[in-house]
C-alpha cells in the first residue's frame, strides 16, 4: 500500500512566518526523499527563480490521518542544495546546537493561542456585540460559564502525544478563549521541531471547528491579557548551580541582548510587554525568583533548590521557536562556557 507523507516548512511571511505543507503519496517501503515547492508563493523568490528545495529533517506519525501516515519537517535550501535558504531558522538552531551542545541546553516552550470566530475575529466566548465578564475565573478554570473550546483542545492534546511530540502540559489561560500547551524539555533544534508540528496540528484540526487558531501577541487590546511563548531554559550547569542560574540571567540582561532578544521575540511585543498584565516594560530589563512582572523569572523551586532553569516571559506566542532558541542558547550558552 502507498502512504502518505506530509512535507511541512516554514515560509517568508514578514513578520511572523507561517507553516505550510504539501502532500506525497509514496510508494510502500520508500523514504520520503529531497522535495521542491514554488516559493514565489510563499515569499521565498521571485517568479523567474522560484525552486525552493526540501530537505526533510524530523519526521514523526501524521496522527490526523493515521495507519503508516507521516508528517515530515523540512528545511528550505536553495537550489544548491547547500546554501540554506535565507529564511530556513531551524539550520541557525542547528549550528548554535552544534557549538554549544556539550552544554546540554534544554527548552520547555509554553505556547499561548486563542481561538478566534473567523468571520467576526471575537474570540470564542466573547459574546457577539461585547465583553464577557472581566479576566479572574477564566485561567485553569472550570466550567461552561469560564470555558470554550476545550474538546478542540483535548483532541489537539491527544494529538501530539500520538505522534509522539514531548508536550508536557495545557491549560485554559487567563483571558476567555485563550489556551496554552507546553513541549519540553527539549534541546535547542527539537523544541522547535515539535512546537512547529504542534501547531500545525492545532491549526489542522481547528479547520474541523471552524475556528480560527491566533498567535497573536495581544489579539485583545485593552485589559485583557497577550499571548506569550514564555521559555524555560537550562543547561547541565544550572540543572546543578545556583551561581550559574544568576549568570544566565546577568547574560541576557548584557549590552546589546536586549535589543538583540527583543527583535526575534516576534512582532507586536510593544503591544504585550506593557508592564501590566503580567509583563515587564520592553525597555526594561529585569529577573526575579516568582517575579511573573520580570523579564526573567527564577521559579520558587529553583531558589530553594539552589539550581534548575530560568523563565524567559518575554517571547511573543507569534514567535519562530527556532529563532528563540537559537537567541538563548547562543547568549546563555555563550556567557557561561
Ligand atoms: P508556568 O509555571 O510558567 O506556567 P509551565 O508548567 O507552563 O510553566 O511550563 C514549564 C515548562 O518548562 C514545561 O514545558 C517543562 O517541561 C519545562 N521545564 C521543566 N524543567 C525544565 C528545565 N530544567 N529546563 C528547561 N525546561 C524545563
Ligand atoms: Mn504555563
Ligand atoms: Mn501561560
Ligand atoms: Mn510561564
Given amino acids: 500500500m502507498a502512504y502518505r507523507a506530509e512535507y511541512l516548512w516554514i515560509d517568508g511571511k ?29 515569499n521565498q523568490a521571485t517568479g523567474d527563480n522560484s525552486d525552493v528545495v526540501l530537505i526533510p ?46 552544554q546540554e541546553p534544554w527548552f520547555g516552550l509554553e505556547q499561548e493561542y486563542t481561538l478566534l470566530d473567523p468571520v467576526t475575529g471575537w474570540p470564542a466566548g466573547f459574546p457577539e456585540h461585547g465583553y464577557p465578564r472581566p479576566q479572574g475565573p477564566y485561567y485553569c478554570g472550570v466550567g461552561a460559564v469560564k470555558i470554550f473550546g ?4 483535548e483532541r489537539h492534546t491527544s494529538l501530539c ?34 512546537m512547529w508540528v504542534g501547531r500545525y496540528l492545532l491549526y489542522r484540526l481547528a479547520e474541523e471547528y471552524n475556528v480560527e487558531v491566533s498567535i497573536e501577541a495581544k489579539p485583545m487590546k485593552g485589559d485583557w491579557n497577550g499571548a506569550g511563548m514564555h521559555t524555560n531554559f537550562s543547561t547541565e550547569k544550572m540543572r546543578n548551580d545556583y551561581d550559574a542560574i544568576i549568570a544566565a540571567c546577568e547574560s541576557l540582561g548584557a549590552e546589546g541582548k536586549v535589543a538583540e532578544h527583543l527583535a526575534g521575540y516576534g512582532s507586536g511585543i510593544e503591544d504585550r510587554l506593557t508592564g501590566a498584565h503580567e509583563t ?9 525568583v516568582s517575579d511573573r512582572g520580570a523579564s526573567i523569572r527564577i521559579p520558587w523551586q529553583v531558589e530553594m533548590d539552589k539550581k534548575g532553569y ?13 529563532v528563540v532558541a537559537t537567541l538563548m542558547t547562543n547568549t546563555v550558552c555563550g556567557a557561561l562556557a
Fill in 161 to 194: 502525544m500520538k505522534a509522539g511530540l514531548k508536550i508536557s502540559g495545557t491549560n485554559a489561560e487567563v483571558m476567555p478563549g485563550q489556551w496554552e500547551f507546553q513541549i519540553g524539555p527539549a534541546d535547542t533544534v527539537e523544541v522547535g521541531d515539535h
Fill in 14 to 42: 514578514e513578520p511572523d512566518a507561517e507553516i505550510r505543507s504539501k502532500t506525497k503519496i509514496l510508494a510502500d517501503g520508500a523514504e520520503p526523499g529531497i522535495w521542491g515547492y514554488d516559493g514565489s508563493s510563499t
Fill in 57 to 102: 529533517k524530523f519526521q514523526c506519525p501524521d496522527p490526523i490521518r493515521g495507519g503508516d501516515d507521516i508528517l515530515v519537517m523540512c528545511e528550505t535550501y536553495l537550489t544548491d542544495m547547500i546554501t540554506p535558504h535565507p529564511t530556513n531558522t531551524r539550520a541557525l538552531a542547528v549550528k548554535a546546537l552544534e557549538q554549544y551542545g556539550d
Fill in 280 to 288: 515587564q516594560r520592553f525597555d526594561q530589563f529585569s529577573y526575579g
Fill in 150 to 153: 476545550r474538546d478542540l483542545v
Fill in 310 to 322: 530560568i523563565e524567559d516571559r518575554r517571547p511573543n506566542a507569534n514567535a519562530d521557536p527556532y
